[in-house]
Every structure is written in structure tokens, then in C-alpha cells.
């Protein structure tokens, strides 16, 4: 593995209720000196939900997306709360916006989003054995919710309307999760 | 499909090099008001290369990533610039990332990355009939090329250090893809 580039300063450059940016002043091993920008980490990471029901559906939402100006499909998700475990809020936000419960959970993956320019973090968790159970979540609107077949997740992802990296990546990792599993469970 | 909330406001809130923060005043359709805060786009979105060789390898590159402050793999990406089309800044990237250029190249999908609060897209393009051509581009220190056996992409997608969410979806994608046109040759 390569020296990692020393940090000669960081530089608070601008603050929003949302985000901070901050400049990092770098020297690489091989002594080229070089300023990066990043937004800096605040929170405690995100997770994003892969909850599959009795019949073999994925729970996906129907949501405002501001950073499109328009509705995507999507897996639920949401911030970690203070004190929370990843599992936890896992659980939190999948009865906010999906008005489920579930008994059974597995992290599947702690997914990066652009690592070049920042560091959130967004923990994928396979979701089962759900139960109906309704928390209030803080949307602007209800969410619609929409349950997706997992066996037809290729015609989903081939949409427009999703198109969301992680969410795909998401659920990709939960197939091969589960496909894992019941080679296992036929050993 | 919802209606769209409308734009009551559009105020830039930051500005660094990097990052551009907005704030949006929405009115939802339901009549409830709320502010988001949301990266502005610059530039012209980027893109992302699954570069394929003749032994089914395909080509990583290990990478200083800022937001993370340590190296990570993942693979050859980079800005569309102004007058590019998206592949042929896979191709120029490629060239400068790997010191490959491509004579076939296909756009798999356009990714977003967070939509809740930023509108950048990844194009996903998947490269094959590779020659070698080596272009400079701008990295503070030469990039490692780690090419990769395709058929073996679960064990490089359950590391640590490759945890980009649209480098795991392109990787699945480029294999559904070939999966599917493997078939219509086959047909």
C-alpha cells in the first residue's frame, strides 16, 4: 500500500446548514504539494434498506429528490441518529417510510459514495422477517411506497427513475447475499 | 407520478472551488413549505470506465481519495470536459488513468450519486478492444493499475478498499450487459 500523503492543513473554506467544505493542504510522498477540496464529515453515517417481505418483494419509495428537482424510485434510507447503531436506524427508517418492522437484519456492506471529495459513509442492510409497524418520519409528503419483485430487479434497474448508484449496487450486493446463503443452506 | 413541487426560491447559500451550495424553497404539492440545501451542478458530469482486455481482465487503478484521506481502488474515472462527449472522455480518461484507449465502447447507465442533495451523473461505460496509448493527465503522482479478473469480481467487491457505491453498480451492470449480449449471440 502507498505512504499516504501527509496533511500539512486543513482549512475550513465554507458553511452551510447542510454542508461544510474544507480544503486539505497535501504533500505526497513523492514531495508534489498539491490543496484538495472535501466536504467534511459530519453525523454518524447513513444506512440504506434492502427489505425483502414474505413474498419475495423489495420495499422501494417513490420520493422528492432535490438534487434532481424531481421523483425518484428509491430504497429507504436515512441518516444514523446519535446513539444509534447502523442496524437500529436501519430499522427506524424502514418503519418511517415504509411502515415496516423487521425481526431479522444484516449489514451487508459500508458503501462510499465519492470518495475524491467526500467521506459519507452509507451502510447497506439486507432487511427480513418484516412486520407492519408505522413510526412518523419528518417527509414534507407521504411517501408512496412501491413493492418490486426481486427476481425481476434487472427490469428496475434498467429505469430512469432509478438510477441512484448505491441503491443499485445495493442490490446486487443482496443477491449474491442471498445467493450465498442458500448454497449454504444446500451444502 | 407526483406533481413536481414548485421552485419558490432558488439562493446560492456558498461557494468554494469545489462546491457550490443552493438552497431550495419548495412548496409540495400538498401545500406544505420547506427549505433544502443541495450541491449546485457545474460542469458537464463525469464518467466511469470498465475497461475490458483481451484477458478478461479488467483494469483498476489504487488511488489517493481525499474524502476518505487513503488510498482506495476503484475504477478509471474522471470530469466530462466542455465540448467532450461521454466517450470520449472515457476514452481520453482511460488513456490517461491506465495508458489504454478503446476502439469499442458502450454507455451501460447514467448514475446519480446522492440525489437527495446533489444532481451529478456518472456515466457507466463499459470499454473493450484495447490498444495501448498513453496520455498525461493531471495526478499529483502516478497511479497504480491493478487489473482485475472480470469472472472474479465478488472477491474484489467484499475488500475494504473498494467501496465506491457506482463502482460495485457499474461492475454489475457491465456484467449483466455482456451476460445479455453473451445470450444474443448465442440465440
Given amino acids: 500500500?502507498?505512504?499516504?500523503?501527509?496533511?500539512?492543513?486543513?482549512?475550513?473554506?465554507?458553511e452551510s446548514r447542510l454542508f461544510q467544505v474544507?480544503?486539505?493542504d497535501l504533500r505526497f510522498?513523492?514531495?508534489v504539494e498539491r490543496r484538495f477540496e472535501r466536504l467534511a464529515l459530519r453525523g454518524h453515517g447513513a444506512v440504506m434498506v434492502v427489505a425483502l417481505d414474505a413474498d419475495n418483494n423489495i420495499q422501494l419509495i417513490r420520493e422528492y429528490a432535490a438534487g434532481l428537482h424531481d421523483y425518484?424510485?428509491?430504497?429507504?434510507k436515512?441518516?444514523?441518529d446519535a446513539g444509534e447503531t447502523p442496524l437500529e436506524a436501519a430499522n427506524r427508517e424502514l418503519?418511517?417510510?415504509v411502515g415496516f418492522g423487521a425481526r431479522q437484519m444484516v449489514l451487508l456492506k459500508n458503501l462510499s459514495s465519492a470518495p475524491n471529495y467526500m467521506g459519507h459513509s452509507?451502510?447497506?442492510?439486507?432487511a427480513r422477517d418484516l412486520y407492519p409497524s408505522k413510526l412518523e418520519g419528518d417527509e414534507p409528503e407521504p411517501l408512496e411506497r412501491v413493492p418490486w419483485p426481486f427476481d425481476n430487479i434487472e427490469e428496475l434497474i434498467v429505469r430512469d427513475d432509478f438510477s441512484e448508484g448505491r441503491a443499485i449496487a445495493a442490490l446486487y450486493l443482496a443477491r449474491h447475499w442471498l445467493s450465498q446463503e442458500s448454497e449454504t443452506a444446500d451444502a
Avoid: D, F, R
Fill in 1 to 14: 500500500m502507498p505512504t499516504k500523503p501527509e496533511i500539512l492543513k486543513v482549512t475550513p473554506v465554507s
Fill in 22 to 24: 474544507e480544503a486539505l
Fill in 29 to 31: 510522498s513523492n514531495g
Fill in 72 to 76: 425518484v424510485l428509491t430504497l429507504p
Fill in 78 to 80: 436515512g441518516l444514523i
Fill in 95 to 97: 418503519q418511517e417510510e
Fill in 122 to 126: 452509507m451502510n447497506v442492510i439486507l
